[in-house]
């Protein structure tokens, strides 16, 4: 029997499909307290984590019999992969488990950004009527998606686009301009600047490595059609916060809906507070009902396989 320690939340149904194999301390609110987490670690076959658990440095030295690293989600900037694997470990993401969860998001706030008439509950209650200020809204359909990133989430999203009548036009660095998932998903396949120059709505879908650090920075949203919406669920530290506000505020861009920050949770940011246009959510775009479900289950079913071959 090999001991699974998960140190942030996880589906309890699929906690409960690991404990009859394996002993299993589940503690969500273990990656708060980095001691205790690597005391548990040093004793653990399977480390199950989320985004806010840093696999790296002396948590990784601590992994000392540790063989499998379950991720429940698909972003990995969080774990040294390199050293993981250099100690034996696997390191195993929820690949495609949340990518309608983040889709529906971005086509959720690309629709509400470009309406631009659901901030006015108060007002039409308090007795006001502002028709003509919100009857300038834009409709979804015609209007061009460019996705920065052609991964199984940036695939989603254009499926849910085109069923609403956007044109999609996408760029991935890592796939050529022939390569068959393009046409799959009839989807025009462009360089980056025709990307962020020729859509109404452009949403990121990119890991954080160097290349992709500052990619949105005041220059490139300043290249970006006027009125365009810049959604960024992948990873904090790819759009500058201030240029994208200062954007908004001079009416360059018409709306932003930025669920990563370069710090979890975001320290108080007067810059940000009362900017027009600007949603803001908590790192929630991949985690729904549903997708925490799906992420959590495949998770487990991975992780009882990978600890069943280390077995045989």
């Not at 942030?8 to 394996?22: Q, S």
């Not at 309406?115 to 006001?128: E, L, Y």
């Not at 940036?154 to 390569?179: E, K, P």
């Amino acid at each position: 029997m090999a001991r699974i320690v998960i140190s942030e939340f996880m589906d309890e149904r699929a906690v409960a499909l690991l404990r009859p194999r394996h002993e299993v301390l589940y503690d969500p609110g273990l990656v708060d307290d980095a001691l205790r987490l690597q005391a548990e670690a040093a004793a653990c076959d399977a480390l199950v984590v989320r985004n806010r658990t840093q696999v790296r440095g002396d948590l990784v030295r601590a992994l000392a019999r540790c063989r499998v690293v379950g991720r429940l989600g698909v972003g990995l900037d969080n774990i040294d992969v390199a050293a993981c694997e250099a100690q034996g470990m696997q390191v195993i993401p929820a690949t495609g488990a949340n990518a309608l969860s983040v889709a529906e998001y971005v086509v959720a706030s690309a629709m509400l950004l470009l309406r631009g008439a659901f901030a006015s509950s108060s007002d039409v209650a308090q007795g006001r009527w502002p028709r003509n200020a919100l009857s300038q809204g834009r409709e979804t359909a015609g209007k061009t998606l460019g996705i920065i990133g052609f991964g199984s989430i940036g695939q989603t999203t254009a499926r849910l686009a085109r069923g609403l009548g956007m044109d999609v036009i996408a760029y991935d660095a890592l796939l050529g301009a022939g390569d068959a998932v393009f046409g799959q998903a009839g989807v025009r396949c462009a360089t980056l600047d025709e990307v962020i120059g020729q859509s109404d709505v452009v949403t990121l879908h990119v890991p954080l490595v160097e290349a992709t650090r500052g990619l949105f920075g005041a220059a490139r949203i300043a290249s970006m059609k006027r009125g365009a919406v810049l959604i960024n669920t992948s990873r904090g530290h790819i759009v500058d916060l201030a240029a994208l506000a200062a954007a908004l505020r001079s009416g360059q861009l018409g709306g932003g809906a930025i669920d990563v920050f370069d710090a979890e949770p975001l320290p108080p940011s007067p810059g940000l507070e009362d900017c027009p246009n600007l949603v803001l959510t908590p790192h929630i775009s991949g985690v729904s009902a549903e997708s925490n479900e799906r992420v959590s289950f495949m998770i487990a079913e991975r992780v009882l396989q990978a600890l069943a071959a280390e077995v045989s």
